[in-house]
């Protein structure tokens, strides 16, 4: 059987780096979108090419993508991990890297998909619907965007068989991070602490979502979010604070109180 081709948006780096290994390993071609060169552990990848491309110059973008579908074959996924992380305007960058290019590449691949699976995979963050106030208001609206241009082309796509889905991580530890943390012992403890499945999340879990996405074992599943997050956000953040501070709510102290009595 033929493997199947996928194009990682952002695959060079960080989470994107792990998805691309987690799908060479999993038998997958794989190429791969950036502006700068891989490191040597996607260069050695065995069926992995890279091309450089600024996703926000939409014509060299175009370019670039029917040159790989000619040398390469036609996709079955099309996963995209690219953030704004420029000096430039924030708002403008956000926009341009995280929307329009994501819309501009939908767009020209959508007839472009071989037979079998075929699935977009989106990576947004659980800041489509939580706000950290230290990233800005464009990362915000993007990730909100992104989830809800998923469930249009979700619909729009489905009768040609395309499912389209995100993933929306947590913070998770990517090999660029893993000594902010380990620097950081106290606040370590405090995420871990926080979170119901009691840890930090890696960069290689996220990508095995990605994997079940774009996979036959995920083939009715279309227009969904899925958050990688061991539970963090689920939880009441009032709840959280009396569980760090360990302050009993009020119910709680009175029952203590009556019992005492
Ligand atoms: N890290 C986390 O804990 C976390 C949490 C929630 C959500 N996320 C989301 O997960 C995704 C990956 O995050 P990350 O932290 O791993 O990102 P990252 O390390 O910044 O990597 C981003 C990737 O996109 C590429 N890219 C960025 N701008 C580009 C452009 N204009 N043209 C072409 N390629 C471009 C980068 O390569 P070049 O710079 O070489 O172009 C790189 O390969 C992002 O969508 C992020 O919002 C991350």
């Given at each position: ?170 913070t998770?530890l ?6 902010y943390f380990l620097d950081n012992p106290k606040l370590s403890a405090l995420y871990c602490r926080m979170t119901?499945l009691g840890r930090i ?29 061991g539970?963090l ?7 959280l604070?009396?569980e760090m501070l360990r ?15």
């Amino acid at each position: 059987m033929k493997a199947p081709h996928s194009l990682i948006v952002g695959g060079t780096r960080g989470i994107g780096r792990e998805v691309t290994c987690c799908l060479a390993a999993k038998g997958h071609q794989v190429s791969i979108l950036a502006r700068r060169l891989p490191g040597n552990t996607v260069k050695r990848l065995p069926r992995s090419r890279y091309w450089s491309v600024d996703l926000t110059d939409a014509a060299l973008l175009a370019k670039t993508f029917m040159e790989i579908v000619e040398k390469r074959g036609k996709i079955n996924n099309l996963i995209f991990l690219q953030r704004y992380r420029g000096d430039s305007d924030a708002w403008q960058g956000e926009m341009d890297t995280s929307l329009t290019a994501t819309k501009n590449l939908v767009e020209l691949a959508a007839d472009r998909f071989a037979p079998g699976e075929k699935s977009i995979v989106i990576i947004s963050s659980i800041n489509a619907s939580l706000i950290v106030p230290y990233l800005p208001v464009g990362y915000h609206a993007a990730k909100a965007a992104l989830c809800q241009m998923v469930r249009y082309w979700a619909v729009l796509l489905g009768p040609r068989g395309i499912r389209v889905n995100s993933v929306s991580p947590g913070t998770v530890l990517k090999e660029e991070s893993k000594a902010y943390f380990l620097d950081n012992p106290k606040l370590s403890a405090l995420y871990c602490r926080m979170t119901p499945l009691g840890r930090i999340g890696r960069a290689s879990e996220v990508a095995e979502v990605v994997a079940f996405l774009c996979g036959a074992q995920s083939s009715f599943v279309t227009g969904q979010d899925i958050v990688v997050d061991g539970g963090l956000s689920l939880q009441w953040q009032e709840s959280l604070v009396r569980e760090m501070l360990r302050v009993p709510n009020e119910g709680a102290a009175k029952a203590k109180k009556r019992n005492k009595s």
